[in-house]
């Protein structure tokens, strides 16, 4: 059974640090384009980070780029987002995303409007940044 499950999510001061994981399971996510997303209420789903297939075309969102890092670990079949210097602006439910397909796409397509390629999607973590 193909599965995402996210983890690490929490309640955070600003200025604090959290690491989302995400867990595969049915499928080899180092085969895999990857991505990050988020949803605050009343807002559109937002591409964080997203990871080519090749691991070497790496996305991220100018509200995230310098404080936001996405990284595998292949033994572990995860995926995981450290966010530091977080902002009350970061709170919302972050979602990971996984193509199983051969197809190559870049990191900033997948984050745009290829977010559609996904075929696999978590069920989402909360992350609340606030004093």
């Known amino acids: 059974q193909v599965q995402l499950v996210e983890s690490g999510g929490g309640l955070v001061q600003p200025g604090g640090s959290l690491r989302l994981s995400c867990k595969a399971s049915g499928f080899t996510l180092d085969l895999s384009g990857v991505g990050w997303f988020r949803q605050a209420p009343g807002k559109e789903r937002e591409g964080v980070s997203c990871?080519?297939?090749?691991?070497?075309?790496?996305y991220y969102a100018d509200s995230v780029k310098g404080r936001f890092t996405i990284s595998r670990d292949d033994a572990k079949n995860t995926v995981y987002l450290q966010m530091n210097s977080l902002k009350p602006e970061d709170t919302a439910v972050y979602y990971c995303?996984?193509?199983?397909?051969?197809?190559?796409?870049?990191?900033?397509?997948?984050?745009?409007?290829?977010?559609?390629?996904?075929?696999?999607w978590g069920q989402g973590t909360q992350v609340t940044v606030s004093s």
């Open positions: 995303a996984a193509d199983r397909s051969s197809t190559y796409y870049s990191g900033s397509y997948y984050c745009g409007s290829g977010r559609g390629k996904y075929d696999a």
């Open positions: 990871d080519s297939r090749s691991k070497r075309d790496t």
